[in-house]
């Protein structure tokens, strides 16, 4: 079997999480690397585990898009779910993540990857306090959430066309694609691509939460990815972000001089990015070059590794 390789590659997320916090991204990019090894360092398996939790509002909209996912899986097969069954499956998953990662901690710790850890039962966050209703109270908020999404998806007008798009329009789904800018690779995974009857090339994008400047960013990527691997010109992709939660859809085109821009954006990242850059399988880094936060930022108190942070 050939060696695992600690490379750099850039996403969206990647980006995201550096912007945030330069710890954070230590702990997620670099330390966490080969914490998964039977005889890995403690602070190594630690980063891993933490990299492995989630929180609910994520896990909620996981849930959700994997519910989608089957949705595509079977309309492939010729069955259309309706939105209760969709809600049905998204709760399903919902409500058995939620239970492992309070009832099966050890599980967790033996085996990240394969079971659900919710950073708020890892911490004792208020919010998941039983004997108080908190927790009914908290997790509630994400059913509602779970079933206005799903049944927007099933029932509105907006998403009638991605409903009715046949299976060999389709292009993509939920899949993890990779392309190549300034000689690193990108990473995206776009939630679902067409061509319509006409050949206009759309690319939707669900959002759990409310609208935020860097979807348009996220889209505008897509429309290159696009480029790269389906051979489409970026500026006739029609990108949209569907805030599924409200019920909304938000189309966005890109016209030449907005493209430059964002890959100008990605070059300074990636640049940046490289710069602190180093080969995790080789040694632990110089973590002075990845700042924590100040105490009492506001970023700490939703972070997986305010554990080994001390925060
Ligand atoms: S706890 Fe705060 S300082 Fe530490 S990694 Fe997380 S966000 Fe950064």
């Given at each position: 079997m050939s060696e695992l390789r600690h490379e750099f590659s850039w996403s969206v997320s990647r980006r995201g999480l550096a912007e945030t916090c330069l710890r954070a991204y230590y702990h997620q990019y670099y330390l966490a690397w080969r914490?998964?090894?039977?005889?890995?360092?403690?602070?190594?398996?630690?980063?891993?585990r933490l990299k492995n939790t989630t929180r609910l509002p994520m896990w909620a909209g996981d849930c959700l898009h994997q519910a989608i996912e089957q949705w595509f899986e079977q309309r492939a097969a010729g069955r259309t779910l309706g939105a209760e069954e969709?809600?049905?499956?998204?709760?399903?998953?919902?409500?058995?993540?939620?239970?492992?990662?309070?009832?099966e901690a050890?599980?967790?710790?033996?085996?990240?990857?394969?079971?659900?850890?919710?950073?708020?039962?890892?911490?004792?966050?208020?919010?998941?306090?039983?004997?108080?209703?908190?927790?009914?109270?908290?997790?509630?908020?994400?059913?509602?959430?779970?079933?206005?999404?799903?049944?927007?998806f099933c029932e509105s007008s907006e998403l009638a066309a991605v409903r009715a798009a046949p299976p060999e329009q389709w292009l993509a789904c939920e899949q993890l694609g990779t392309i190549?800018?300034?000689?690193?690779?990108?990473?995206?995974?776009?939630?679902?691509?067409y061509r319509d009857a006409g050949g206009v090339l759309w690319i939707?994008?669900?959002?759990?939460?409310?609208?935020?400047?860097?979807?348009?960013?996220q889209l505008a990527l897509y429309a290159l990815y696009a480029e790269q691997r389906w051979g489409a010109d970026p500026t006739g992709v029609r990108c949209v972000a569907d805030y599924l939660e409200e019920g909304r859809a938000v189309e966005h085109r890109f016209d030449a001089e907005a493209l430059e821009g964002v890959l100008g954006a990605v070059h300074a990242s990636i640049t940046a990015l490289?710069?602190?850059?180093?080969?995790?399988?080789?040694s632990d880094g110089e973590p002075a070059r990845f700042p924590q936060l100040s105490v009492g930022a506001s970023a700490c108190a939703t972070c997986a590794f305010r554990g080994p942070c001390g925060r």
């Open positions: 914490g998964w090894e039977r005889d890995a360092p403690a602070e190594r398996a630690e980063s891993y969709l809600v049905e499956r998204a709760l399903a998953r919902f409500r058995g993540g939620y239970k492992q990662s309070r009832d050890a599980q967790w710790r033996r085996a990240p990857k394969r079971h659900t850890r919710l950073q708020e039962h890892h911490y004792a966050e208020a919010c998941v306090d039983e004997p108080s209703g908190r927790a009914r109270e908290y997790g509630g908020r994400f059913v509602e959430r779970i079933q206005r999404a799903a049944r927007w190549e800018l300034f000689k690193t690779a990108i990473h995206a995974v776009p939630d679902f691509a939707h994008d669900w959002k759990s939460g409310s609208e935020r400047p860097e979807h348009a960013f490289r710069e602190l850059h180093f080969d995790a399988g080789g």
